[in-house]
């Protein structure tokens, strides 16, 4: 079949990009003969490469020649060796417009035309016709043109002739607007014909010069933002393969159709003036082998291998240039079911597949050229089965081993690589491990876990998590990278995903080592070096993708210098960039040296800038005629002390500069350093207020943020102390005195402990000494109170209860006290055990330290077993009075019936507060009779 298969802009299947697993020998006769069976859910998985039938030139691989250097001139050589360029000017081409094929043609003149003339083929009858709407309907033989007059088509005849044997051709100087059969307007240049192909059918057939045909053939078959050299290539290919159908036509009514059957041409909508150059730069020319012209296929991928396409010029050949440039199509993965295969071929229930030979040259062999489709009730055959797929370069995948693609490996600086891929194993949707082998080594392994929703797209139900993404440090120089997918369930084999090579000669080296925010700014410091030189090279930073500047790497670094021996001290580098609000991405790049090449990007760095300032409103402490303000506020756009401003009842009441020395946040932010405090007086009249403090904001920020408020009293508040807390044994004594100037009253007094409420005593104990020092007061101000307290270090504090209320009880003082020194754990004793009509009695008691004046529980064991649990809540006086502050109930008893015969009881106290132990309070030895 001389057809060339579809263009690269056609999708037929949704496929999955990936990597190419390198280009390998000719099959083997062992390769030939593989048999597939129809996998468990009648689904196989198909890994391919290339997009098309594989022959002459592939449009993906021209490009990539194109990116790689290549002219285009090189380029047809490569793909079209022994040919010659050949010029043939601009001769007309017929080309049949498919989707017109109809009894009725719909066609207008192009907008801003002035005449539509319309002839009679046959006869060479023309007329001049004004702009407008025509129709030619094909019936009985015969064409009959209508133009509609703005409310009705009528019949519009030929020198007096209402109807034709045709063609019908139309033309305006401006070209003429066809419509498809589904009613698509589209524009083309040159002239449109209307050929009858049956009784009561015609088709469009637009004949036009080559190069406004080219015009709209290129960007159809190529993106206009491709290389030049490609896109001149593809418009060589294009002219040489039109002028070949031109020189031998399949019919007399056109030379060559619009579609992928032939070449796709979709006339003057599509018109780009990128293609249009490279048509230009290539006028005129074809080419031709032997004097003849030359059947220059091409398809829009060969996966990396051409197959022979019958022509000394359509060679098979290995392609190098098929994988560049990001090529979707160069390796590819989709599905193929049982189920299509049995809708199409008379096999009855699929079995299998067996691949009975191939090309030869490429991966697994290469293009299939004859298959076996094996059934319950039939064996097919077929020829380089595509079945809907991108090509017949294809292997179906053998069950439950992982698969994958190995996406790319690109040079990131002269000591590292970046490389990309997918893995999954087809037993679990969880990722899997991929190995990376670097120069035949073992380099590595790695989790296959990034997310890759085009895997997902591809591959429903398995998840999206099942890419990497890999920074793999590497040498200068040239190194190939293998990867490997790990097998994780009963498949037999760890899959290779392929091996590619990146070439890291010459590029710079460094690190990004700290990256931080000052005064607002970002900044960055590292190293970075040239192999190629020993002097210092710039680094470029960009800030969220905007460049940012360019900074010298030549600070000393003598450690880099010792690391690369003679390149010289000079390569420390300090970047200091301007941020914007929020979130910053800082990527720097080594510029390489000594001319323009690949500039490594060193790393980035993601730094948040935060424009509030920030701060705390530590306390505030009212006076007899003031208040005071204390805490801390700095911005973080720059070092320098700001402002808070102090509202009082919500008026803004006094300014205040946050510049004293706090050495606790510049150890929170180290890089504003101390002088961000502040504590200063306010004036404020006696009574309650609300105090707010606010930081003011400076440069680029707005909001001026509230540290806090808090409600203070200004005025006469209690007075007093602790004087005094003394313990013995469980016991806290807590002497003091307080007073409020509002009353000569005895006031209430709260103790805390370990900052908890405890009590409440009245303050009305006689102190001479506080009458005498406060002569309004009188003498009943004093407070004497013993509190129960955990063995253990404590803290007492006393509060002074305010009479008048609402402006704040003060706190008086605070005092440690410790309380049964060195008890941590419980302790107690087992005092007896008795027999009595056949019972045994044991009898004790206990005491927890952490928990003094409540029971606690104690366990009993006889004979090493567990016997019981009795809380040790019965009265002891005795125990009360050993040990003050604990109380009576702390006795336990236990009964137990036990057999005759000698035994052993021991008890043991379950502690209740820290520490893990539960230590025993005796064992006794018993003879039950």
């Known amino acids: ?189 040159g002239s449109v014909a209307v050929v009858r192909t049956g009784t009561n059918q015609s088709t469009a057939v637009n004949t036009v010069n080559m190069q406004e045909y080219l015009m709209g053939v290129v960007p159809s078959e190529s993106p206009p933002s491709w290389a030049p050299a490609a896109l001149q290539a593809q418009a060589v290919a294009a002219r040489s393969y039109a002028w070949w159908d031109v020189q031998t036509p399949s019919t007399q009514s056109y030379d060559i159709c619009d579609t992928t059957a032939c070449q796709v041409y979709k006339g003057r909508s599509v018109e780009d003036s990128r293609t249009n150059s490279a048509i230009a730069a290539t006028a005129g020319i074809a080419l031709y082998y032997n004097g003849a012209p030359a059947f220059t296929q091409f398809s829009a991928s060969n996966g990396g291998a051409s197959l022979d396409g019958g022509q000394p010029y359509l060679r098979a050949a290995l392609d190098p240039y098929d994988g560049l440039a990001g090529n979707p199509d160069n390796s590819w993965t989709t599905t193929l079911t049982a189920s299509y295969l049995e809708a199409n071929y008379a096999i009855g229930t699929l079995q299998g597949l067996r691949v009975m030979s191939r090309a030869g040259l490429g991966e697994w062999g290469g293009y299939i050229t004859s298959l076996q489709i094996v059934g319950s009730s039939a064996t097919v055959t077929v020829k380089s089965p595509r079945f809907g797929l991108k090509s017949t370069w294809w292997k179906p995948r053998d069950e439950g081993n992982p698969f994958g693609g190995f996406d790319a490996v690109t040079p990131v600086t002269g000591n590292q690589v970046r490389v990309e891929g997918w893995a999954l194993d087809p037993d679990t949707n969880d990722p899997i491990i991929v190995h990376a082998y670097l120069d035949g080594g073992f380099q590595n392994s790695y989790m296959a876990d990034v997310p890759r929703p085009d895997v997902a797209a591809v591959l429903p139900g398995r998840g999206d998590r099942h890419g990497f993404d890999l920074l793999v440090p590497v040498s200068q120089g040239r190194h190939q990278i293998c990867m490997f997918a790990i097998n994780t369930g009963p498949g037999g084999m760890n899959t290779p995903l392929g091996c590619l090579t990146a070439d890291t000669s010459g590029l710079p080296v460094g690190n990004i080592e700290t990256a931080g925010i000052s005064a607002g700014e970002g900044l960055l410091t590292g190293w970075a070096v040239d192999p190629d ?94 208040l005071t303000v204390t805490g801390w506020a700095l911005d973080p756009e720059t070092n320098a002390p700001i402002d808070v401003h102090v509202y009082v009842d919500g008026v803004n009441t006094a300014t205040g500069r946050a510049d004293g020395s706090r050495p606790d946040v510049a150890a929170l932010y180290p890089d504003a350093g101390a002088p961000h405090g502040f504590s200063f007086p306010v004036a404020a009249a006696p009574g309650t207020h609300e105090v707010c403090v606010y930081a003011i904001n400076v440069l680029q920020g707005s909001v001026n943020p509230q540290l806090g408020c808090r409600t203070v009293d200004v005025g006469v508040l209690p007075t007093g102390r602790i004087e005094a807390v003394t313990a013995t044994a469980f016991e806290a004594r807590v002497v003091g005195w307080a007073l409020d100037g509002d009353t000569t009253n005895p006031i209430d007094v709260h103790l805390y402990v370990d900052g908890r409420f405890l009590t409440a005593v009245t303050a009305l104990v006689s102190r001479p000494d506080v009458g005498a020092a406060f002569p309004a007061s009188g003498a009943a101000h004093g407070f004497d109170t013993t509190l129960s307290l955990s063995a253990g270090r404590h803290s007492v504090c006393a509060f002074a209860i305010n009479v008048l209320g609402g402006k704040g009880n003060p706190l008086l003082s605070c005092a440690d006290v410790t309380v049964a020194s ?63 502050g604990v109380g009576p109930a702390h006795g336990y008893t236990g009964y137990f019936v036990l057999p005759a015969g000698r035994h052993t009881v021991c008890s043991y106290a379950i502690n209740q507060g820290a520490g893990s132990v539960n230590p025993g309070l005796g064992c006794v030895a018993v003879t039950v009779p």
């Open 822 to 884: 060195g008890q941590t754990l419980p302790f107690g004793n087992l005092d007896s055990v008795t027999v009595a009509n056949g019972i045994t009695v044991a009898t004790g008691w206990v005491v927890e330290p952490d928990a003094p004046t409540a029971p606690i529980s104690t366990h009993f064991y006889v004979d090493g077993q567990f016997a019981g649990i009795v809380a040790a809540s019965e009265s002891r006086p005795d125990v009360g009075a050993a040990f003050p």
């Open 1 to 189: 079949m001389r057809r060339r298969n579809r263009a690269i802009v056609v999708t037929v299947v949704a496929l999955l990009t990936g990597g190419l697993l390198g280009v390998v020998a000719p099959a083997t006769p062992a390769q030939a003969a593989d048999w597939f069976p129809v996998p468990s859910n009648r689904t196989y998985t198909i890994d391919g490469h290339g997009f098309g039938h594989g022959k002459g030139m592939s449009q993906r691989g021209a490009q990539g020649a194109a990116i790689a250097g290549l002219d285009v001139n090189q380029i047809l050589a490569f793909y079209y060796p022994g040919t010659t360029q050949t010029p043939i000017g601009a001769p007309s081409v017929r080309v049949q417009l498919t989707a017109t094929v109809t009894g009725d043609q719909r066609i207008d003149s192009a907008a801003g035309t002035t005449v539509m003339a319309i002839q009679d083929t046959a006869t060479g009858d023309t007329v001049y016709a004004e702009p407008g709407k025509f129709r030619v309907l094909t019936q009985n033989g015969r064409e009959r043109v209508l133009r509609y007059d703005g409310s009705a088509w009528v019949d519009f005849p030929i020198a007096g002739r209402p109807d034709f044997a045709g063609p019908l051709a139309f033309w305006s100087e401006d070209g003429v607007v066809v419509y498809t059969s589904s009613g698509s307007p589209v524009r083309y240049r």
């Open 533 to 626: 030189t020993s002097g210092s090279l710039d680094v470029h930073a960009y800030v969220n993708g905007v460049g940012s500047g360019a900074f010298a790497a030549n600070g000393s670094r003598p450690d880099v210098g010792s690391a690369f021996p003679g390149a010289g001290n000079a390569h420390g580098f300090s970047v200091r960039v301007p941020l914007q609000p929020g979130i910053n991405q800082i990527c720097l790049f080594a510029i390489n040296l000594p001319t323009p090449g690949i500039n490594p990007q060193l790393g980035c760095r993601t730094l948040v800038l935060k424009v509030v300032p920030v701060g705390n409103f530590e306390a505030a402490a009212g006076r007899a005629a003031d």
